[in-house]
């Protein structure tokens, strides 16, 4: 931004916005403003009053636009429109593919010919062969092994087009590169494979559950029916709910069975107080139908359930949310079932109380031993550094799990160690205090008061707290980038306080993934992470695949996530490795080197020299053909924003419409290994078809309209078409000079 010149806005969370404030002075940006991301009306109506509007747009933790039917989404769409834009996210991917067309939709020009509309249709066909996919694990018909070819296809068409737009670097990009390198070496801890933390059940505890997912809310028939959130099934009219309409709310009932299994298996706390809030609710929808006739479904708060769990399930078109008692075919069934889901969640609020659940917790004595070995440096699992206390942030999903674990680290820690809590907005005093005791970038801090952090994922993001060495998921939430981003708050490319860090990892039990899915939809999801973000991650194992937890399970604590970030190193990073050994290979090669010999060195090296980078060091230059692929033909062009390539294969061959191969648009970096060749690979002489072919690609490549514009594109041309004569020259005089021989 600062080397553009460019006047500009940057768009973040609230909690983000001093951090943003200090990097524009750092970096001179005087005409820059800071805005909340979360107040878009506000800044649309800054930008109509501004005579001089900002110029470029960046979007912090961009990742939150990936909803294309959100109202602030359209609000951000019109204020990036015919700027440039600049989004920022460690997480790109998160659910489906449609999350990528969101973010790219953003940009003012589409990175895709066609423009927007086929990137829709793109994006659209990559999104129904996902869910396809999917299905098909889900129900049974086929493997996660199995539907491999299919997730390759669909990451590799997201590959193509984001190859254009992304720059990604992770850590091993960074210590791979000569310049940075020394800057972030001492600044970077080690991530150890995360550690599975176990616990188990006693007997009644363990029948409980079982009743709680195979019979309450799992299943062939489960007791609750959840007659309240599937009132088209009661109506006498059914063609006043369309079809949209009544999947909307099957989506919403098995929704909310699921998540009363996800709360049973993050705390007994949050799910006691869930079953409790719905029964109450059921108990308020009775008395109202009873008093006025009507029946009212709370959407906001369903909602509100749905976006804690960011599960993104609910799907369907909206249904009515009011409906009167005369639409029912039989009211008194509508309400006779609502009543018995009452009695339902009324008999599970008894078992819970009677086996005293909440005081009598398994996985919170779990996390207290480990904890506490932890901060007593007695852990068998975690290293002991000298001269630091390693502080500890556990994550839940919901804020019952969380409020249940302060409390209960509290009464067991006592006053050696405090427990801070952190559920609400990060712009609050307390958020203060959560960064002066675990942020180690501040110059002045708290001190150690503090040694274990319970929050919820609204510290998941943009926050340093890097002075606890350990994270434990106590929960993992249905989008896995949220594991990515809980760990990413310690482990920082800033201030190293620990020289390794690590991660606990609490799991559930294969029952509870019966109902949920979660785990197999967390694996897919993180599968499909890495090959996006991560071309080379090799996420699934050449075996069977266990069952779809066990799968996950494996991912995250056999460290193969990590070894996917080891076989993830970057293409950018790829081709200046690539550049640095062809300047070594070419310079110190001498006279062995044919390309090189004699006065010829020097002009290579001033070339290679110049190569700064893939956007300003690369010139129009010639490759003569090889002998592998003589028939192939590559053209490169810059459209002033990326690097591309247009390909014709084979233009001798004829294809079935009795035409030659069509060109072809490819990235550069896919071109890359068709062009590489070492200092003493012979030359081709060009032949007559290659020449035709290359015509055509030109004429592919720059219209005429636009070849007069280009200065360089047109030397190039130039070149080759005196190489093209040079070499029909020497094809003649060696025909004569053979006739003169016969």
Same mark, same amino acid.
């Not at 309409?245 to 996800?262: A, D, H, I, P, T």
């Not at 609910?314 to 409906?323: E, T």
């Not at 929960?475 to 620990?498: A, E, H, L, Y």
């Not at 090189?596 to 020299?609: C, I, M, N």
């Given at each position: 931004?600062?080397?553009?010149?460019l006047?500009g806005?940057?768009?973040?969370?609230?909690?983000?916005?001093?951090?943003?404030?200090?990097y524009?002075a750092?970096?001179?940006?005087?005409?820059?403003?800071?805005?909340?991301?979360?107040k878009?009306?506000?800044?649309?109506?800054?930008?109509?009053?501004?005579?001089?509007?900002?110029?470029?747009?960046?979007?912090?933790?961009?990742?939150?636009?990936?909803?294309?039917?959100?109202?602030?989404?359209?609000?951000?769409?019109?204020?990036?429109?015919?700027?440039?834009?600049?989004?920022?996210?460690?997480?790109?991917?998160?659910?489906?593919?449609?999350?990528?067309?969101?973010?790219?939709?953003?940009?003012?020009?589409?990175?895709?010919?066609?423009?927007?509309?086929?990137?829709?249709?793109?994006?659209?066909?990559?999104?129904?062969?996902?869910?396809?996919?999917?299905?098909?694990?889900?129900?049974?018909?086929?493997?996660?092994?199995?539907?491999?070819?299919?997730?390759?296809?669909?990451?590799?068409?997201?590959?193509?087009?984001?190859?254009?737009?992304m720059?990604?670097?992770?850590?091993?990009?960074?210590?791979?590169?000569?310049?940075?390198?020394?800057?972030?070496?001492?600044?970077?801890?080690?991530?150890?494979?995360?550690?599975?933390?176990t616990?188990?059940?006693?007997?009644?505890?363990?029948?409980?559950?079982?009743?709680?997912?195979?019979?309450?809310?799992?299943?062939?028939?489960?007791?609750?029916?959840?007659?309240?959130?599937? %009132?088209?099934?009661?109506?006498?009219?059914?063609?006043?709910?369309?079809?949209?309409?009544?999947?909307?709310?099957?989506?919403?009932?098995?929704?909310?069975?699921?998540?009363?299994?996800?709360?049973?298996?993050?705390?007994?706390?949050?799910?006691?107080?869930?079953?409790?809030?719905?029964?109450?609710?059921?108990?308020?929808?009775?008395?109202?139908?009873?008093?006025?006739?009507?029946?009212?479904?709370?959407?906001?708060?369903?909602?509100?359930?749905?976006?804690?769990?960011?599960?993104?399930?609910?799907?369907?078109?909206?249904?009515?949310?009011?409906?009167?008692a005369?639409?029912?075919?039989?009211?008194?069934?509508?309400?006779?079932?609502?009543?018995?889901?009452?009695?339902?969640?009324?008999?599970?609020?008894?078992?819970?109380?009677?086996?005293?659940?909440?005081?009598?917790? %398994?996985?919170?004595?779990?996390?207290?031993?480990?904890?506490?070995?932890?901060?007593?440096?007695?852990?068998?699992?975690?290293?002991?550094q000298?001269?630091?206390?390693?502080?500890?942030?556990?994550?839940?999903?919901?804020?019952?799990?969380?409020?249940?674990?302060?409390?209960?680290?509290?009464?067991?820690?006592?006053?050696?160690?405090?427990?801070?809590?952190?559920?609400?907005?990060?712009?609050?005093?307390?958020?203060?205090?959560?960064?002066?005791?675990?942020?180690?970038?501040l110059?002045?801090?708290?001190?150690?008061?503090?040694?274990v952090?319970?929050?919820?994922?609204?510290?998941?993001?943009?926050?340093n707290?890097?002075?606890?060495?350990?994270?434990?998921?106590?929960?993992?939430p249905?989008n896995?980038?949220?594991?990515?981003?809980?760990?990413?708050?310690?482990?920082?490319?800033?201030?190293?306080?620990?020289?390794?860090?690590?991660?606990?990892?609490?799991?559930?039990?294969?029952?509870?993934?019966?109902?949920?899915?979660?785990?197999?939809?967390?694996?897919?999801k993180?599968?499909?992470?890495?090959?996006?973000?991560?071309e080379?991650?090799?996420?699934?194992?050449?075996?069977e695949?266990?069952?779809?937890?066990?799968?996950?399970?494996?991912?995250?604590?056999?460290?193969?996530?990590?070894?996917?970030?080891?076989?993830?190193?970057?293409?950018?990073?790829?081709v200046?490795?690539?550049?640095?050994?062809a300047?070594?290979?070419f310079?110190?090669?001498?006279g062995?080197g044919?390309?090189?010999?004699?006065?010829?060195?020097?002009?290579?090296?001033?070339?290679?020299?110049?190569?700064?980078?893939?956007?300003?060091?690369?010139?129009?230059?010639?490759?003569?053909?090889?002998?592998?692929?003589?028939?192939?033909?590559?053209?490169?062009?810059?459209?002033?924003?990326?690097?591309?390539?247009?390909?014709?294969?084979?233009?001798?061959?004829?294809?079935?419409?009795?035409?030659?191969?069509?060109?072809?648009?490819?990235?550069?970096?896919?071109?890359?290994?068709?062009?590489?060749?070492?200092?003493?690979?012979?030359?081709?002489?060009?032949?007559?078809?290659?020449?035709?072919?290359?015509?055509?690609?030109?004429?592919?490549?720059?219209?005429?309209?636009?070849?007069?514009?280009?200065?360089?594109?047109?030397?190039?041309?130039?070149?080759?078409?005196?190489?093209?004569?040079?070499?029909?020259?020497?094809?003649?005089?060696k025909?004569?000079?053979?006739?003169?021989?016969?």
């Amino acid at each position: 931004a600062a080397s553009t010149g460019l006047s500009g806005i940057v768009l973040c969370p609230p909690h983000l916005s001093t951090e943003w404030a200090k990097y524009l002075a750092d970096f001179h940006l005087d005409n820059w403003s800071v805005f909340s991301a979360y107040k878009l009306k506000e800044v649309q109506d800054w930008l109509d009053k501004n005579k001089n509007p900002p110029q470029m747009v960046i979007v912090d933790e961009a990742h939150r636009f990936r909803n294309l039917e959100l109202e602030w989404y359209e609000d951000l769409q019109r204020i990036c429109t015919n700027k440039k834009t600049i989004l920022l996210t460690a997480t790109p991917y998160n659910n489906r593919p449609r999350d990528i067309q969101a973010l790219l939709q953003l940009f003012p020009q589409a990175p895709v010919a066609g423009g927007v509309r086929e990137l829709k249709n793109e994006f659209q066909r990559l999104d129904k062969d996902y869910k396809r996919a999917l299905e098909k694990v889900k129900k049974g018909h086929s493997t996660r092994k199995e539907i491999e070819p299919e997730l390759k296809h669909i990451t590799e068409g997201i590959s193509r087009v984001l190859r254009g737009v992304m720059v990604r670097r992770n850590r091993l990009d960074l210590l791979r590169n000569d310049r940075y390198r020394k800057e972030v070496e001492s600044r970077l801890s080690e991530q150890r494979a995360p550690i599975p933390q176990t616990y188990e059940l006693s007997e009644e505890q363990g029948a409980f559950f079982d009743d709680v997912v195979g019979n309450y809310f799992g299943g062939a028939k489960p007791q609750f029916k959840g007659a309240m959130y599937r %009132p088209a099934l009661y109506m006498a009219d059914s063609s006043q709910v369309n079809t949209d309409g009544k999947q909307g709310e099957e989506n919403l009932y098995g929704m909310m069975c699921r998540l009363l299994v996800n709360r049973f298996e993050s705390s007994f706390a949050a799910f006691r107080q869930s079953v409790k809030s719905i029964r109450d609710y059921a108990t308020g929808v009775i008395d109202r139908f009873e008093r006025s006739g009507v029946f009212v479904l709370d959407r906001e708060l369903l909602t509100r359930m749905q976006q804690e769990e960011d599960d993104g399930a609910l799907g369907g078109g909206d249904s009515p949310s009011k409906f009167d008692a005369s639409q029912f075919k039989d009211p008194e069934k509508f309400k006779s079932d609502i009543a018995h889901d009452i009695q339902v969640l009324n008999d599970i609020l008894d078992r819970v109380d009677s086996l005293q659940l909440v005081t009598n917790d %398994p996985k919170l004595d779990a996390l207290i031993c480990a904890v506490s070995n932890v901060l007593r440096n007695e852990s068998k699992d975690v290293e002991v550094q000298a001269g630091e206390r390693r502080k500890i942030v556990i994550f839940s999903v919901f804020k019952d799990t969380v409020n249940h674990i302060a409390e209960g680290l509290r009464r067991s820690l006592g006053a050696e160690f405090g427990v801070m809590r952190m559920t609400g907005d990060f712009k609050t005093s307390r958020g203060e205090s959560v960064k002066a005791q675990f942020d180690a970038s501040l110059e002045k801090k708290e001190g150690d008061s503090m040694a274990v952090l319970v929050t919820t994922d609204t510290l998941s993001e943009g926050v340093n707290l890097n002075r606890a060495g350990l994270v434990v998921n106590y929960d993992i939430p249905w989008n896995p980038t949220r594991v990515i981003q809980r760990i990413g708050r310690i482990n920082r490319i800033s201030k190293r306080v620990f020289d390794k860090i690590y991660v606990f990892n609490f799991f559930p039990s294969a029952k509870g993934e019966e109902v949920t899915n979660k785990y197999l939809i967390a694996g897919q999801k993180m599968q499909m992470i890495h090959r996006v973000i991560h071309e080379d991650a090799q996420v699934l194992d050449d075996t069977e695949m266990p069952t779809a937890a066990e799968a996950f399970f494996d991912e995250v604590n056999e460290g193969t996530l990590e070894k996917a970030e080891e076989a993830g190193v970057s293409e950018y990073t790829k081709v200046l490795e690539h550049l640095a050994q062809a300047k070594k290979t070419f310079l110190d090669a001498g006279g062995k080197g044919r390309r090189v010999a004699g006065s010829r060195k020097g002009e290579w090296q001033a070339r290679l020299e110049g190569t700064k980078g893939l956007s300003d060091g690369v010139k129009a230059v010639i490759k003569t053909p090889e002998a592998a692929r003589p028939t192939e033909l590559l053209a490169f062009k810059s459209d002033g924003v990326n690097l591309w390539a247009i390909s014709k294969e084979d233009p001798f061959t004829v294809g079935a419409t009795g035409h030659g191969s069509v060109p072809q648009r490819m990235s550069f970096f896919d071109a890359l290994d068709q062009v590489k060749c070492e200092p003493d690979t012979p030359t081709e002489a060009f032949g007559q078809k290659w020449w035709e072919a290359y015509e055509e690609l030109d004429a592919f490549v720059m219209p005429i309209s636009l070849k007069r514009q280009s200065n360089r594109w047109v030397k190039a041309g130039n070149v080759l078409r005196t190489k093209r004569w040079s070499n029909a020259l020497s094809f003649e005089l060696k025909v004569a000079h053979e006739r003169l021989l016969d």
